[in-house]
């Protein structure tokens, strides 16, 4: 998505800031050369036969060529090797960005439906979770999640394999997938809960308010994926500040996905100026073309000033399952880092 140019200034504080990711897919996350490798490593003959012809299959057009890519995606993971290596460059292509943390949604049903098991799923990305914090100090955690119209069989497969093979390093569990009512997912939430997993569910992409309701009500949500349709309910909105819940906002694959017709018209800065507590990140970075830093300054080109970047940046480390040390640490980097940039951030402590 193209964007007006940010000066120089802007650029220079974007790249500066320290940043988390909290709304971010493991699959999705995908470059067109690691999905190459992976093809050419298990004979997947369906896919282009030369990396510059599967880069061009590989860019975005529409959505339902967005859902073709990603199922392929998927469906050449196939052992714990496959699995380490994505993850391994999903990580530095975060740390290229300043990502500190962040959060990833993993399609785990989409795995465990093709007959993956968890433990190969979890070992695989476990690997590379280990080797990147101590090669580049970047810490991944993890949010399996199920597909909410596949139904409520699919759900509990998931949250059984999570609390049966689930390492340490997963901090939620999630639905995704086309938008359907929540409320039959209830128990299986409350089971993740139990385990003392974040209820991390999207919710208000396409669905409308209601969906986010339900989120809140019937799975106890902690954090809303996308719910920019709270925006056509007052009432909800009043809610989401009143209990400071957050709301993890992609604006790019927003666009692309259709939930916005053009960037301009992205409700983001009203939901700011509404007192809501966003984030910011990029869903299926490769898939949409996208990264945090182009996400940082396609915002700032609605009309943000610095210190909303500055905000953003601050309410991911606050709406984040880091340590409060490590969030404490963090936000005083923040603060170091816009008042060298001449940015007023007060209360980032």
């Given at each position: 998505?193209d964007?007006?140019?940010?000066?120089?200034?802007?650029?220079?504080?974007?790249?500066d800031?320290?940043?988390?990711?909290?709304?971010?897919?493991l699959?999705?996350?995908?470059?067109?050369?690691?999905?190459?490798?992976?093809?050419?490593?298990?004979?997947?003959?369906q896919?282009?036969?030369?990396?510059?012809a599967?880069?061009?299959?590989?860019?975005?057009?529409?959505?339902?060529?967005?859902?073709?890519?990603?199922?392929?995606?998927v469906?050449?993971?196939?052992d714990?090797?496959?699995?380490?290596?994505?993850?391994?460059?999903?990580?530095?292509?975060?740390?290229?960005?300043?990502?500190?943390?962040?959060e990833?949604?993993?399609s785990?049903?989409?795995?465990?439906?093709?007959?993956?098991?968890?433990?190969?799923?979890?070992d695989?990305?476990?690997?590379?979770?280990?080797?990147?914090?101590?090669?580049?100090?970047?810490?991944?955690?993890?949010?399996?999640?199920?597909?909410?119209?596949?139904?409520?069989?699919?759900a509990?497969?998931?949250?059984e394999?999570?609390?049966?093979?689930?390492?340490?390093?997963?901090?939620?569990?999630?639905?995704?997938?086309?938008?359907?009512p929540?409320e039959?997912?209830a128990?299986?939430?409350?089971?993740?809960?139990?385990?003392?997993?974040?209820?991390?569910p999207?919710a208000?992409?396409?669905?409308g308010p209601?969906?986010?309701?339900?989120?809140?009500d019937?799975?106890?949500?902690?954090?809303?994926?996308?719910?920019?349709?709270?925006?056509?309910?007052?009432?909800?909105?009043?809610?989401?500040?009143?209990?400071?819940?957050?709301?993890?906002?992609?604006?790019?694959?927003?666009?692309?996905?259709?939930?916005?017709g053009?960037?301009?018209?992205h409700?983001?800065?009203?939901?700011?100026?509404?007192?809501?507590?966003?984030t910011?990140?990029?869903?299926?970075p490769?898939?949409?073309?996208?990264?945090?830093?182009?996400?940082y300054?396609?915002?700032?080109?609605?009309?943000?000033?610095?210190?909303?970047?500055v905000?953003?940046?601050?309410?991911?480390?606050r709406?984040?399952?880091?340590?409060?040390?490590?969030?404490h640490?963090?936000l005083?980097?923040?603060?170091a880092?816009?008042?060298?940039?001449?940015?007023?951030?007060?209360?980032?402590?």
């Amino acid at each position: 998505m193209d964007t007006n140019p940010t000066p120089a200034a802007v650029d220079a504080l974007i790249e500066d800031l320290p940043k988390v990711e909290l709304h971010v897919h493991l699959e999705g996350s995908m470059p067109a050369d690691t999905l190459f490798a992976l093809a050419r490593k298990h004979g997947l003959t369906q896919l282009p036969d030369t990396l510059e012809a599967l880069q061009e299959w590989y860019a975005f057009t529409d959505f339902p060529h967005f859902v073709e890519v990603y199922l392929e995606s998927v469906g050449a993971l196939r052992d714990e090797e496959d699995f380490a290596l994505l993850a391994s460059v999903v990580a530095r292509r975060l740390v290229a960005h300043n990502v500190r943390y962040a959060e990833l949604h993993v399609s785990l049903y989409g795995h465990l439906m093709r007959g993956v098991p968890a433990r190969v799923v979890f070992d695989g990305i476990e690997h590379a979770r280990v080797a990147a914090e101590r090669e580049h100090g970047i810490q991944l955690r993890w949010v399996p999640d199920f597909p909410a119209d596949f139904g409520l069989e699919s759900a509990q497969e998931t949250v059984e394999a999570v609390l049966r093979d689930g390492p340490h390093s997963v901090v939620g569990f999630g639905v995704g997938g086309v938008e359907t009512p929540l409320e039959q997912y209830a128990g299986v939430f409350g089971r993740a809960r139990a385990a003392g997993l974040a209820s991390l569910p999207h919710a208000g992409e396409h669905g409308g308010p209601e969906r986010v309701r339900e989120a809140l009500d019937a799975l106890r949500a902690e954090r809303v994926g996308h719910g920019i349709d709270s925006m056509r309910d007052p009432e909800l909105v009043a809610r989401l500040v009143d209990e400071q819940v957050p709301v993890d906002v992609s604006p790019t694959s927003n666009v692309c996905t259709r939930a916005v017709g053009e960037i301009g018209d992205h409700p983001l800065p009203s939901m700011l100026d509404a007192g809501l507590l966003v984030t910011l990140n990029t869903d299926d970075p490769t898939m949409f073309g996208t990264d945090l830093t182009r996400e940082y300054r396609a915002v700032y080109d609605l009309g943000l000033f610095p210190a909303d970047l500055v905000r953003l940046a601050a309410n991911g480390v606050r709406a984040s399952y880091l340590g409060a040390a490590r969030r404490h640490a963090l936000l005083e980097e923040i603060g170091a880092v816009a008042e060298r940039h001449g940015v007023a951030a007060p209360g980032l402590q």
